[in-house]
T-cell receptor, first 113, second 108 residues
C-alpha cells in the first residue's frame, strides 16, 4: 500500500507570495492533518480535515488555510508569505478523525526569501 | 498555554543499556499520549501510544504514564545504534501538542 505523498517536496518563494501544498493520504484513510516543523518551535499542529470538513485548528494566523476533497486529498495554502513561514510542512493521514495512529508523509520543505 | 516539555538532550546511552526518555505535560485534559521517533531528515513515525495509567510494552519499548504527576516516559531496552534519533512526545485532548523532542545517541 502506498504511503502518504506530498507535493512538491521543495519550494522556494519570496515574501508576500502565496503557496499551495498538496497531500494524498494512504488509500482508505479519510483524515488528514497538517503540521509545521521548525527548529525553534518544533512540530506544531495546523489543522485536521475529515470528510471535507475542518475538524480542528491549531494556533496559526488566518493566512494558513486548507481544504479537503471528496477523495480525501488535501491542500493547504499560505498567503502573504513571511520569512518565518520557512519550515518543513508535514501531512499525516489516519483512518478516521481523531484516530491514534497517524502516518506522516515526507514533507514539503518551504523556504521563504 | 498547553505545553509538552522534554529535555532536548542529547542523551547518550551505551549500546545494550536502557534509554529513558521523559516528558511532562501541562494540560490535565489530555487523554492520549504518543511517542514518535524521527530520524534526521525523515518524518516522524509512531512508536506507541498510551492512555491508561501504568505501563504499556511493545517489544523493546515501554511507555509509562502517570496522570497524577502529568508525566510520560519511554524506556528503550537493549538500546541499538539504530535507535539514535530524536524522540517526540505528544499529548492530545482536542488537538495534539508535541514536545520539541529529545535527541538520543546510542554509543556503540
Amino acid at each position: 500500500k502506498a504511503g502518504v505523498t506530498q507535493t512538491p517536496r521543495y519550494l522556494i518563494k519570496t515574501r508576500g507570495q502565496q503557496v499551495t501544498l498538496s497531500c494524498s493520504p494512504i488509500s482508505g484513510h479519510r483524515s488528514v492533518s497538517w503540521y509545521q516543523q521548525t527548529p525553534g518551535q518544533g512540530l506544531q499542529f495546523l489543522f485536521e480535515y475529515f470528510s471535507e470538513t475542518q475538524r480542528n485548528k491549531g494556533n496559526f494566523p488566518g493566512r494558513f488555510s486548507g481544504r479537503q476533497f471528496s477523495n480525501s486529498r488535501s491542500e493547504m495554502n499560505v498567503s502573504t508569505l513571511e520569512l518565518g513561514d520557512s519550515a518543513l510542512y508535514l501531512c499525516a493521514s489516519s483512518l478516521e478523525w481523531g484516530a491514534d495512529t497517524q502516518y506522516f508523509g515526507p514533507g514539503t520543505r518551504l523556504t521563504v526569501l | 498555554q498547553k505545553e509538552v516539555e522534554q529535555n532536548s538532550g542529547p542523551l547518550s546511552v551505551p549500546e545494550g543499556a536502557i534509554a529513558s526518555l521523559n516528558c511532562t505535560y501541562s494540560d490535565r485534559g489530555s487523554q492520549s499520549f504518543f511517542w514518535y521517533r524521527q530520524y534526521s531528515g525523515k518524518s516522524p513515525e509512531l512508536i506507541m501510544f498510551i492512555y491508561s495509567n501504568g505501563d504499556k510494552e511493545d517489544g523493546r519499548f515501554t511507555a509509562q504514564l502517570n496522570k497524577a504527576s502529568q508525566y510520560v516516559s519511554l524506556l528503550i531496552r537493549d538500546s541499538q545504534p539504530s535507535d539514535s534519533a530524536t524522540y517526540l512526545c505528544a499529548g492530545r485532548d482536542d488537538k495534539i501538542i508535541f514536545g520539541k523532542g529529545t535527541r538520543l545517541h546510542i554509543l556503540p
